[in-house]
Every structure is written in C-alpha cells, then in structure tokens.
C-alpha cells in the first residue's frame, strides 16, 4: 500500500484525492522525495498524447454475462434516469437476459447523432473493455451503434466515494481503499490505458463488500 501511495502521491491530481480521502481537508496530502517506499517513478506519457497498447500486452479476459459485445442494444427495462451531460444520458435499466440491473450509457435520443459522437462513444467502450479484467474496474457488459450509439456497464450499487464517511474510516481503511484505487489504475497503465479524470464521481463503492471501481475510462 505504501509503495502504491509512495509512487501516486506525487501527482497533483493523486494529491488532492488522498488529502480528501485521508481527511486533510486544508490541502493535498504530501510525501516527502525520500520517503522509505522508494524514490519517484515518474516516466508517464505527456498529458496531451494519446497513449497506446503496448506491443505484447495481453489482451483481455471476455466479460460473459450473456449480453457480450454486439451492435443493437439488447432488451431492457428503464428502472431510472441518472441524468444527462455533454450530449449522452446515463439510465439504470435491467436487463431481460440475464435479469441483472445495469447502467446504460448513451448519446442523447431525439434528434440527429453525428458520425463523431458515435465514434467517441464506441471508442469509449472499447478503451473500457480492454481494462475492465479486473476487481478495482466496472466491467463492461456490451456495446454497441444499434438504434443508437450505447453502452451497458455494471451497476455498483454503494454509489461513488462521497458516500463514505471519513468520521467513521480509520487511517488503514483509508489506506486500503487507495491500494484498491491505485491497483485498477496500476492494470489501466500495464495495458497503455490512462484514465486522465481520476475524481470522486468517478470511483464507485460495490455495497456487498465495498470494494472500489474505477469508472468512465473514456
């Protein structure tokens, strides 16, 4: 867990979350050039490239929960609408088969869907795909242009990290969930992923036994 912090801590953005997360409302969290977890490793790409696979990288284990990838948007029943923002709207549906909630994410109905919009969202998914192997990352359950450009994810039912409250989270549960944060953020970097909006909204809480998971890696 150290090394994970030792190794993230010094990023501006990574800062700012552990200062939240570990309650140090005044500022970002601060550790020091010589901290016993090891020295700075900070060979990342640059903000503005586009960062790509790796040659060799394996490619990831498939996600079968009956729906898989495919081009029209299987059946589905709308449970709630989450809300709408920068020209997509995210909706909790349940799925006929298999009879699971998830989270439909897709590009505003009701008027004339661009050849980009589309493009952004099916990149999207597939970005998300190639990382969602793993228990710190929502998984993706399908995607596709049919009638309109989607995409289903798991629903992670304890919201995001503005549900916990710091309180009631000792320093070692602190710690725990950052590991679990910098693990899924750790296998995106292994596979040429960043995720480039690490934030609160961003990080969900599974209920059952509050694992976090990173979302919208697009």
């Known amino acids: 867990a150290g090394a994970y912090v030792s190794q993230y801590g010094r990023r501006p953005v990574s800062r700012g979350l552990l200062g939240r997360v570990l309650g140090n409302s ?3 969290y601060e550790i020091g050039a010589d901290s016993e977890y090891g020295t700075d490793d900070s ?3 640059d903000g503005n490239s586009e960062p ?4 060799g990288s394996p490619p990831a284990a498939p996600v079968d ?20 923002s920068n020209g997509t709207e995210v909706t909790l549906v349940s799925l006929a088969d298999p009879e ?8 505003l109905q009701g008027g004339t869907v661009n050849r980009v919009a ?8 597939e970005t998300w795909a190639s990382v969602d192997d793993h228990p710190n990352v929502v998984s993706v359950y399908g995607w596709g242009g049919t ?3 989607w995409i289903l994810v798991e629903y992670v039912d304890g919201g995001d990290i503005h549900t916990i409250n710091l309180d009631d989270t000792s320093y070692s549960e602190a710690i725990s969930l950052l590991t679990e944060i910098c693990d899924g953020l750790l296998h995106g ?9 690490v934030k609160p909204d961003n990080v969900l809480i599974d209920d059952t036994d509050g694992t976090a998971k990173l979302s919208d890696w697009g």
């Open 26 to 28: 005044g500022g970002e």
């Open 52 to 55: 790509t696979a790796p040659d």
């Open 147 to 149: 009638p309109y450009p």
């Open 118 to 125: 589309t493009e952004a969202m099916l990149e999207e998914a």
């Open 65 to 84: 929960f009956g729906t898989g990838v495919q081009n029209e948007l299987p059946e589905y029943e709308t449970i709630e609408q989450f809300g709408q």
């Open 43 to 45: 060979s990342t790409t």
């Open 189 to 197: 970097h292994e596979r040429g992923i960043y995720h480039l909006d």
């Open 100 to 107: 699971i909630p998830a989270v439909k994410k897709s590009t």
